[in-house]
């Protein structure tokens, strides 16, 4: 694959020494050696053999943040010089830089899943290979419009087969457009808790905030054009199988209070498990008088 810069670099030398100066180097240096394909920016003696959580660097000793500082800062000024050209990086250039950043420790049945999670080129691995033949009788209900509901969703479009998602909010984002209690926010770092396809780079924090996982699952609903396969505010009651006719029908509560019936030929169920409280039973609870309610029903 070749690599290209989404942005030139246009800053000094004063103002790369100072910016090098808060960067972390145990994953720049891969950052460029990928950018620029100059393996040889991963020394072995740069290399954290054992990282330290939370420790300055990892557990870089000082000499060797000066050398990685140095390193860095003549690729960047390669790259900022167009000294460097746009680079062909190979899967095995891949299995190398993480190796590295690894200290060795990921084995070579781990390197797919790292490779399809870090996403180097622009395929999307995980996309249909194949389309249904138009015209073809078959059609798919989802259940949910959350993050799994519009992965369904973009799946099926990709596959070309027609599709009907059934949401009962007012918008996507399932427990993220539910859940909007002070510091709700994702556990796992957000180049995790994001589609490989749809990474971004401009993140706000590592550990997102509600309102901005909320508006990632929102763009790319537009992005990939699901909300015009969303019935909003639709509430699926319940499900039943049809042996004979190998068809599901949906029983559904529509907008205006009333139901009506939707017959598909696959379901998919992405309710989720975080949007509906189990609230606890606790002795008294009924009779205490202040405000009460469990945090996916923020007051």
């Known amino acids: 694959m070749v690599i290209t810069a989404a942005e030139p670099i246009l800053a000094s030398d004063e103002e790369l020494r100072r910016a090098l100066d808060d960067a972390f180097l145990p994953a720049l240096l891969p950052a460029l050696a990928h950018a620029t ?23 870089m000793t000082p000499e060797q943040q000066r050398a990685a500082r140095d390193l860095a800062f003549e690729a960047l000024v390669r790259l900022r010089d167009g000294a460097a050209p746009p680079a062909t990086v190979t899967d095995e250039d891949i299995r190398t830089i993480i190796r590295w950043m690894t200290a060795g420790k990921a084995s070579d049945d781990y390197l797919p899943l790292l490779l399809e999670e870090l996403e180097p080129s622009d395929d ?153 409280p189990n609230i606890p039973r606790i002795p008294g609870a009924g009779d205490f008088a202040g405000p009460s309610f469990h945090s996916a029903r923020w007051d």
């Open 124 to 276: 999307d691995p995980r996309a249909p290979r194949w389309r249904m033949e138009p015209g073809t009788a078959f059609s798919v209900a989802v259940i949910g419009a959350g993050m799994s509901g519009i992965l369904a969703g973009i799946r099926l479009k990709q596959a070309g087969i027609p599709f009907v998602i059934i949401e009962k909010n007012a918008d996507v984002g399932g427990t993220w457009f539910e859940n909007v209690y002070p510091g709700a926010r994702v556990d796992v770092p957000n180049s995790f808790y994001s589609y490989s396809f749809a990474q971004r780079a401009d993140w706000p924090k590592y550990f997102s905030t509600q309102d901005i996982i909320l508006e990632y699952f929102r763009s790319c609903a537009d992005q990939y054009g699901i909300r015009d396969h969303i019935r909003f505010e639709t509430e699926a009651l319940s499900a039943a199988f049809d042996d004979a006719t190998c068809k599901w029908t949906l029983r559904l509560r529509t907008p205006d209070g009333g139901e009506e019936t939707l017959e598909a030929n696959a379901l998919v169920s992405a309710t989720g498990q975080l949007n509906r």
């Open 37 to 59: 394909g100059d393996l040889s920016l991963l020394r072995d003696d740069l290399r954290v053999a054992n990282a330290v959580p939370g420790a300055e660097q990892s557990g």
